[in-house]
């Protein structure tokens, strides 16, 4: 796993960008340090214990990437494909996702806690115990995946699709849904709560 630093600039707080003294704020030219980062070693992106908190990326291509005990929390994606991606435990808590596809993605242990997901297809993944807790997801489809141990509780879900989806212990308590489509999924073996009025 990643270590996390502080930043190097007086009274900050905030933590360093994995590979520099600085956090987000405070690195000059941070957009190029987190785009070598990315950069492809091998014909493939492999991000493995890497901080990278903060970070904003938009049209960048992941697909195919390797992310293993990252942390990109509060993180800002605009276009960005992960498509056929695989992300195993790391963080990519409280962020914000624009138009991102995951489609054909491998997720293990990942937590998305906080984040929020507009507009990104999610289809024929494999969603095992993901912590979706708290997300706000809006025009995102899950269809034709396994979200097998995954916990929605207290999301807000608004036209969601789940179609054929395996819901195998997942959890949906206390999560407000609004035009979220289960046809064809097994959510007899889900568990639902209804939030608190």
Excluded: W
Excluded at 1 to 24: E, K, N, T, Y
């Amino acid at each position: 796993m990643f270590m996390p630093r502080p930043c190097s600039q007086a009274g900050c707080g905030r933590p360093a960008l994995s590979g520099a003294s600085a956090c987000i704020v405070h690195l000059p030219d941070a957009v190029r340090h987190v785009a070598g980062l990315l950069a492809p070693k091998g014909g493939r992106v492999a991000l493995r214990d890497l901080d990278l908190p903060g970070i904003r990326l938009e049209d960048v291509d992941l697909a195919g990437a390797e992310i293993d005990g990252c942390r990109l929390t509060a993180g800002t994606f605009v276009r960005v494909s992960f498509r056929g991606a695989r992300l195993e435990l790391s963080f990519l808590d409280r962020a914000s996702f624009a138009e991102c596809d995951f489609r054909e993605c491998a997720f293990q242990n990942v937590v998305m806690a906080g984040s929020s997901f507009s507009t990104c297809p999610f289809g024929e993944s494999e969603i095992v115990q993901v912590n979706f807790l708290g997300i706000h997801a809006s025009a995102c489809v899950f269809d034709h995946s396994n979200l097998y141990g995954s916990r929605f509780i207290g999301s807000l879900l608004e036209g969601v699709s789940m179609r054929d989806c395996n819901c195998t212990r997942a959890y949906f308590d206390a999560a407000h849904r609004d035009r979220v489509d289960f046809r064809s999924s097994n959510t007899n073996e889900a568990v639902f709560q209804e939030p608190n009025a």
